[in-house]
């Protein structure tokens, strides 16, 4: 275990949408071989259950709208655990590499000669579209997805390029976006964006709160009202969610086995 | 463990981008109470080797221009087998969300009455920036990042809005893209992208074989052709991932570890 982590460097790692289980084998591995673990507000209870007692766990909590340290101030405690020799795990909600700021940190570490690894975890939009049975791509019609963030700060206006994101081929996933649902709608739909696409708004991805909506882009803005409470939520916009129903438990399967038989046996000598 | 997947359902599971260590606690799960495992051609040899050895294991591999079953093909085994109370797991490489084809095969299932759950994994592009010490985002620069494909059949033309994608506050990472590296980067320095923007090739990303090349847009075909053999290549274009060094090890950590131990007293009473 001690390789994994060497005494003074740091990982930077996924911890997923909040389901421990949607955690990496990797992830949970580096958790076990920390002497300090340092944790957004966003990693999920279950996941903290995974640290060893004898491990101390720093909060680092950062979240619109409440106490947070400053970017800053986390890449100082990261710092110093590291040339105190420390083995430092930094724990981020979902992927480092999907709006976790990471690049920062990154930065502030190697300009100090701290090594630096990075351990990639699962984005909340790919766990929100699981649980709603659906995908991020629709091949033919939804050739690309992008993630993006509409989280403005108090006073500030949303400036994004909207004829390019009302592509009809192309999903959305919108994260942070519970207070720009309105005007994520209107400005898709005015730059010509049916107003019947298919929506999906999921707050809780993976958790046993999970709350999941089925709706249309223009009613975004009132499912989102309506649905999300005030966990962390995301958007999702595109023919690739619209809503499909899973069937009842499948019923007497007899009829069924001679013909898999004879598939299983002619698979098994390709 | 048989609570699970009931008999007759199905687990569309992501595999994620090779190692075994980037699977998910869930699909591991998943797959020790499978009766039977379908699995692609780009799931890690690794992650097969997690299959118990009483559990069916068939292949369904698919990767552009080699032997590969069609999907309709695949969509029947997954049916047969779940008609015949089968407990099924579907291996796909990464995320069953990004470009895994998986509306299809959930579509057809459901059609059928069988019920379909998903399990996401870990896409190739996030591994690729972990591994590069990069983000697919960075606060200020690059608010968004795009997933897309560049795969075209045989005498098929790229048909892209170029003009949208050349955005330079946004990330692109191209799937499939290693033949359309060059038609690629000649488009988006058309369409106004700097020459000069990051760009980063990883082929087997995560793989012990990974191979890893951080270049420049108009220097991206080159390094494609030079770097890429025939391993699945991801090309990621953006200010995020410019080049960063790690560092050597670190040295001698005595003088800060007084200075950490009063940091992490202070943050243990908050």
Known sequence: MS???PPGTVWLVGAGPGDPDLLTRKAEKLIAAADVVFYDALVGPGVLDLIPAGTQRISVGKRAGRHSKDQASINDL??????AGKRVVRLKGGDPAIFG????????LFAQGVPVKICPGITAASAAVASAGASLTLRGNARAVTFMTAHVRAGE????DWAALADARSTLAIYMGKAA???VAINLIKAGLGADTPALVVENASLQNERLVQTRLDLLAVATAAAVTDGPA????????????Q?????DSTVHKNAWKKIAAASAHE
């Open 247 to 251: 069937p009842a438990a499948p019923g």
């Open 101 to 108: 700021r990471t690049t920062e940190e990154v930065d502030h």
């Open 234 to 245: 995301i958007l999702v916009i595109g023919d690739a969610v619209r809503g499909r129903k």
């Open 3 to 5: 390789e994994l982590i």
């Open 78 to 83: 990261l710092l110093a655990a590291a040339q």
């Open 181 to 183: 649902a309105r005007d």
């Open 157 to 160: 206006k949303l400036d994004l």
